[in-house]
């Protein structure tokens, strides 16, 4: 812990929100993620295509020798902001970093070319709800062949190719177009990244490695990352209830000058200040690899209250339009709110805390 | 020559010319002061260089390396945070050489006499008159809340010069000389049952108009010189993981299994990660200023650092259980520091209440966020127009 982590964004981080934030304010707009969510497809994938195409999102974290761009967890920190202030219904955190990472353990470079040309999206095949430190369900390997039921899988409605973890410590690339795999998605909280049950009834697949490092590295960095993700939401939120309250009137005079409403904008301000460091302070942690289970569990103890809490102010301070489906806040308080379940509660991540850092419990 | 260079090698010819090991501490202090290493951003002949604040490290570096005594920062907070920024930006050539060598020494402790009774929050209401008569002011009022009054010879202190003019307009900055037998000195005891603070009560005190600091009617945009540099020294300062109240409460913890409920641990992890993201939002500032864009996160950093003082120390009194029944001493003391961890949990409960209304309350904080940092509307100004004498009081 002797070098201070860098929080703050280079230029180059910068340049690459900024061409982030132009592409999706071109191609997702809050009025078009509504409609999508009751849509036959849910999952934005021309947007995808887009964003891999001609900005090789989908290869960030994946080594330019494998057709990737070689980038750092700081870089895909900052598209995770900008998806999630957004709320894009792509499966970036889902194949491009947690796939990726479990592929990365594994060595698995064909996989990892197929994934950075956007070709092929993967997902883990573990519950969004499992922290890094959580039990990781998997199926049973019986003859080489891969049976049993995986549920509350993210975003595997789109995988092409599914990562499992198997009972004899082995982690399995199956593809979805096998016969032997159903997907089904569950009806789901979060409108804009929904979860599916996922069986598998004999299906194949390459033993990649060993699950249990790379599922744990995996969920490490998702959990780490996600905090970007949590803090582009609350960003957008507080600065679109912010405007929301210059905006609008009632008894003659600005809402947003009764100083009731300033002060809890001026919390929430304080609090996404926070989030703010604590997420930087997380990615940049799992580039240098210095104190980085404490520096994503603090993350993770943090940012769910702060992004929930963003959401849940945002429709209130937003009066009865805030509670339309119309108004697209319902999107960020659902994705907040399944965000602040996914990789770990809160709750996961204070007890894994209290180990790093020696409070233990009674 | 780099400047670090330069720095360090005229670090080194102090060193020389002045071992520490044989040096009176004020001798080897007034040396510094005049070899420009006092405050390197200061110009030449008044402690500093004129080279970035930052290379102050440098200097810093080398004489901590070499044992040189400082200048207990702590204890002359108020002069060399707030009455030298303003000074040095407001002040005649003969008041910056007269008086920032001895305040940067510490020969010369400063006070700041800016609150009263009447005027808090809105310290712009103030109501301690200043009348000109002849070359001298003449000061009638009360002023309260100063630190280090009963030890300090001058003190920065803002008074009414016109009563007929709206409250911003009216103010005139001074430098009052608190050894004018007009100036009395109060202890003012507070919970914790010592007295950190005074009253103090000027009657027909003298200020030749020579230490006026500023125009006549000028003296509230003085005082935001000294306030805005008040906040950043209350919320500003670097601590390391566990350092303050965090750590003291963690050490408890660690010590004594047998005070642990499944309670109190849930709500010390809450705190101890709330405490880690101020730490790391106060870390993310001071890379924010060395990287030269500024953010406005210091305008939060005090919120921060009360509530979190006050949770903080209040869950420590109930983990102790038994022992936090108790109370280490009520005897009335006048201490020359805060030392919010040399004590026991009950006084930091106790004194940490004041965090939240000292150098500006959390509510008025909250409302400079709103309006300054969100933009928000500001509060209705019913008083903008108004000549202070016609002000509800």
């Known amino acids: ?287 240098t690899g210095a104190d980085t289970d404490v520096a994503v569990a603090v993350a993770q103890a943090y940012a769910a209250h702060v992004a929930v809490r963003a959401a849940e102010e945002a429709l209130q301070l937003h009066g009865g339009i805030g509670m339309t489906w119309e108004h697209p806040v319902h999107l960020y308080l659902k994705r907040a709110k399944a965000d602040s379940i996914a990789y770990g509660t809160p709750g996961a991540h204070r007890e894994a805390l209290a180990e790093a850092v020696d409070l233990r419990a009674p | 020559m780099t400047d670090a260079a330069h720095l360090r090698r005229r670090t080194e010819e102090l060193l020389a010319a002045h071992p520490p090991a044989t040096t009176d501490r004020l001798d080897f202090l007034r040396a510094r002061f005049d070899a420009g290493l006092a405050w390197v951003h200061f110009p030449q002949g008044l402690g500093g260089l004129g080279v970035p604040r930052s290379l102050q490290a440098v200097v810093d570096a080398e004489l901590a390396a070499a044992g040189a005594p400082d200048n207990d920062p702590r204890r002359i907070g108020i002069g060399l945070g707030m009455a030298a920024p303003t000074i040095l930006q407001y002040g005649t050539e003969e008041q910056k050489s007269r008086l920032l060598r001895p305040l940067w020494t510490g020969e010369e402790v400063w006070c700041q006499l800016f609150s009263e009774p009447g005027a808090g929050s809105d310290l712009a209401a103030l109501g301690t008159r200043a009348v000109r008569d002849g070359e001298d002011w003449v000061v009638n009022g009360q002023k309260v809340w100063t630190s280090s009054a009963h030890l300090a010879r001058w003190a920065i202190l803002i008074a009414r010069t016109d009563p007929d003019l709206p409250k911003h307009k009216g103010i005139t900055y001074f430098l009052c000389d608190m050894t004018d037998p007009g100036v009395e000195v109060r202890p003012l005891r507070q919970i914790t049952g010592e007295a950190e603070f005074n009253e103090v009560f000027l009657t027909d005190v003298r200020i030749p108009d020579a230490m006026r600091l500023g125009e006549v009617g000028d003296g509230w945009r003085v005082a935001q010189t000294t306030l805005n540099n008040e906040r950043v020294a209350i919320g500003g300062t670097a601590v390391p993981r566990e350092g303050g109240m965090i750590g003291k409460i963690a050490a408890t913890w660690r010590e004594r299994p047998d005070l642990r409920t499944h309670d109190l641990h849930q709500r010390l992890l809450g705190l101890w990660v709330e405490a880690e993201v101020a730490r790391l939002t106060g870390v993310r500032l001071r890379q924010q200023l060395v990287a030269g864009q500024p953010g406005p996160e210091g305008a939060g950093m005090k919120l921060n650092f009360a509530r979190l003082n006050q949770e903080i120390s209040g869950l420590e009194v109930e983990l102790l259980g038994e022992q936090g029944l108790l109370y280490d001493d009520w005897t009335m003391r006048r201490p020359e520091l805060v030392d919010f961890t040399g004590r026991d949990a009950g006084y930091r409960y106790l004194r940490s209440k004041g965090n939240s209304i000292e150098g500006g309350t959390s509510e008025v904080l909250l409302n400079i966020v709103a309006e300054r940092v969100l933009g928000l509307p500001a509060e209705p100004r019913t008083d903008k127009d108004v000549a202070w004498k016609d002000l509800a009081r």
């Not at chain 1, 280079?10 to 690459?16: G, H, M, R, V, Y």
């Not at chain 1, 509504?34 to 090789?56: C, F, N, Q, Y």
């Not at chain 1, 883990?124 to 998997?138: F, N, R, T, Y």
């Not at chain 1, 082995?170 to 049950?197: I, N, W």
């Open chain 1, 1 to 287: 812990m002797s070098a201070q982590p860098d929080l703050l964004y280079s230029e180059e981080e910068e340049a690459l929100r900024a061409a982030v934030r132009d592409l999706l304010t071109d191609h997702c707009d809050p009025a078009g993620v509504i409609a999508r969510t009751e849509s036959d497809t849910p999952h934005d994938l021309p947007l995808w295509k887009t964003l891999a195409d001609s900005m090789g999102l989908a290869g960030l974290l994946v080594p330019e020798s494998l057709g990737g761009q070689g980038a750092t967890h700081r870089e895909a920190a900052v598209v995770l902001e900008e998806l999630g202030r957004a709320v894009a219904p792509v499966p970036y955190l889902t194949s491009a970093v947690v796939a990726t990472e479990a592929l990365l353990a594994c060595g698995a470079d064909d996989l990892l070319t197929e994934l950075a040309s956007a070709t092929t999206v993967a997902a883990l095949a573990v519950g969004l709800h499992v922290s890094p430190e959580g039990a990781v369900p998997h199926v049973r390997l019986e003859n080489g062949a891969l049976r049993g039921e995986l549920t509350g899988i993210a975003d595997a409605a789109v995988a092409d190719v599914l990562l499992v973890p198997a009972d004899d410590g082995g982690l399995y690339a199956v593809r979805t177009a096998d016969a032997a795999v159903t997907v089904t998605p569950q009806v789901s909280l979060d409108l804009t990244r929904s979860v599916a049950r996922v069986r598998l009834d004999g299906a194949a697949g390459p033993r990649l490695g060993d699950a249990g490092p790379a599922v744990r590295r995996a969920l490490r960095s998702g959990a780490g990352l996600l905090a970007s993700e949590q803090l582009g939401l609350a960003d957008w939120l507080l600065t679109e209830t912010v405007r929301y309250l210059k905006e609008r009137k009632q008894f003659n005079r600005q809402v947003g000058g009764f100083q009731a409403l300033k002060h809890r904008l001026a919390r929430l301000w304080l609090e996404v200040a926070g989030l703010r460091a604590a997420a930087r302070n997380a990615a940049d942690a799992l580039v």
